[in-house]
């Protein structure tokens, strides 16, 4: 280590600093791995809820179209 101080002119403090930002850089990565397909799912589970609603929605106009066309048939 100390060739590679007198050498480079760095002190100890900027091997320890870039060591440093070089382990929250690999804590930044993984936590992002991480997050992703906890947010792939949350998308997927996002639309699944809005596809159900669409199809509550068709349900009920349906049904009262069924409604208001025996009204007309009587």
Known sequence: MKNKLVKTGHKKFYYRFRNASLGC????????????????SYQN?????????AQIVET???????????????
């Open 25 to 40: 850089l690999v804590a930044v990565a993984l936590a992002g791995l991480v997050a992703l397909p906890i947010t792939i």
């Open 45 to 53: 589970e996002q639309i699944a809820k809005a596809e159900e609603a």
């Open 60 to 74: 009920e106009e349906s049904s009262d179209s069924i409604a208001v066309s025996s009204y007309v048939e009587r």
